[in-house]
T-cell receptor, first 112, second 114 residues
């Protein structure tokens, strides 16, 4: 059974600081997704990582994937208040990207 | 263009009643997924449709849950004899196909069973 673990679950940080969210998964997969969810809203796709060593950046967010370590990271650079949200990683089982298995989410609060 | 739409946005029902939740995927997307988001269980996969293939129902939690997709487009998730533990946000997503395609999520239906 595929398990996905995120940490930390809660993250409170000052504006301007850097931090990293970690996503570990238990079985082989080369497809990892990061989503953002604002309170009361649906999931917004941030990144799709499809190969070992993949790195994608959008604004202050950068995601990477290490399939050998079964680890993805979401790095936040110089955080701003607008980044406050819950961030989920999701992994597709090997051989298929049908159902996604989600991590528990990281609730990020950026303080002024 | 239009995204994934779901209706109703909120549904309050009494325990034991049946409910139907609707999902309109993005036009041209052949794959459609249902997920459930609840406080205790996080985000869980329920069911997947791809084109005319038989659906993958492996995530449905009980036989009270069923879903169909008519004409390869609109999907309806039905929950019979609702229980309080069915209270959750039900999210629908669609993608261009299975495989590596990105899944786009709808706004969800918040179901409350009283």
């Amino acid at each position: 059974e595929l398990k996905v673990e995120q940490n930390p679950l809660f993250l409170s940080m000052q504006e301007g600081k850097n931090y990293t969210i970690y996503c570990n998964y238990s079985t082989t997969s080369d497809r990892l997704y990061w989503y953002r969810q604002d309170p009361g809203k649906s999931l917004e796709s941030l990144f799709v990582l499809l190969s070992n060593g993949a790195v994608k950046q959008e604004g202050r967010l950068m995601a990477s994937l290490d399939t050998k370590a079964r680890l993805s990271t979401l790095h936040i650079t110089a955080a701003v208040h607008d980044l406050s949200a819950t961030y989920f990683c999701a992994v597709a089982p090997p051989g298929s990207a049908r159902q996604l298995t989600f991590g528990s989410g990281t609730q990020l609060t950026v303080l002024p | 263009g239009a995204g994934v739409s779901q209706s109703p946005s909120n549904k309050v029902t009494e325990k034991g009643k049946d409910v139907e939740l609707r999902c309109d995927p993005i036009s041209g997307h052949t794959a459609l997924y249902w997920y459930r988001q609840s406080l205790g269980q996080g985000l869980e996969f329920l069911i997947y449709f791809q084109g005319n293939s038989a659906p993958d129902k492996s995530g449905l939690p009980s036989d009270r849950f069923s879903a169909e997709r008519t004409g390869g487009s609109v999907s309806t998730l039905t929950i019979q004899r609702t229980q309080q533990e069915d209270s959750a946000v039900y999210l629908c997503a669609s993608s261009l196909g299975g495989g590596t395609y990105e899944q786009y999520f709808g706004p969800g239906t918040r179901l409350t069973v009283t």
